[in-house]
């Protein structure tokens, strides 16, 4: 039985409307998911709608692609917090990793969670585009940095999550930080084994679906 806390009941669209923000908003609430994820220009008004809940509100940080300046990253992070959001997901700079300049994807994961204040942060590492290597070395830069969880994707690129990159990032960071399956979850089956995986978070726009509601 999937429990509803596993899931960012997300959208995040580039046609994306008040009108639908208001929807996932109304639904997250009926059926108290963890949280509402959304772009930040959206940001204050989902966590009005969720104001007096403990559905969360979830903004994204460089989004999709992730090779934005540090201080660009810093700064969404910080006015995202203003406008009240409470969990950030942030992209790393995936070509930083590739290219082995470690130092850079630490210090922009570790400046993101500076500006996070209380809120929890969760680092995209995008692993459609990694090596199985690149992906472990993702993961430890992330937990150095201060992260709260690692993330598999953003949805927006070659491909989402897979159990075999879930279990591979759990055994990575242990017990200590979240593991975050996102991007094609569009079933019970294939949350359950995310879940089975190591996922104690799960990013989805089929939520309903998934929950059979």
């Given amino acids: 039985m999937l429990n509803s806390k596993l899931f960012d009941h997300t959208l995040l669209k580039a046609d994306a409307t008040t009108a639908q923000i208001d929807k996932i908003c109304d639904e997250a609430l009926a059926n108290d998911f963890a949280s509402v994820c959304c772009n930040s220009y959206y940001t204050a008004h989902v966590a009005e709608k969720l104001k007096g809940s ?9 989004f999709p692609l992730g090779q934005m300046s540090t201080r660009a990253k810093a700064a969404e992070t910080k006015i995202a917090v203003e406008d009240g959001a409470q969990e950030i997901d942030m992209v790393i700079n995936v070509g930083a990793l590739k290219e082995g300049s470690d130092s850079v994807v630490f210090e922009d994961i570790k400046a993101v969670k500076a500006a996070c204040g209380e809120a929890h942060l969760k680092v995209i590492i995008e692993t459609c585009l990694l090596t199985e290597e690149e992906k472990v070395r993702a993961c430890k830069l992330s937990k150095e940095a201060g992260a709260d969880f690692v993330k598999t994707s953003t949805g ?3 491909g989402g999550a897979t159990a075999a990159d879930v279990a591979l990032m ?3 960071v242990g017990e200590e930080l979240g593991v975050k399956a996102s991007g094609g979850i569009h079933t019970a089956e294939e949350a359950e084994s995310m879940v ?3 996922a104690n978070r799960l990013g989805t726009s089929a939520t309903l679906a998934i929950m059979g509601r």
Avoid: L, M, Y
């Fill in 170 to 172: 759990r055994k990575t």
């Fill in 196 to 198: 089975a995986a190591g």
């Fill in 54 to 62: 403990d559905v969360k509100t979830c903004t994204v940080v460089g």
């Fill in 156 to 158: 927006f690129s070659t």
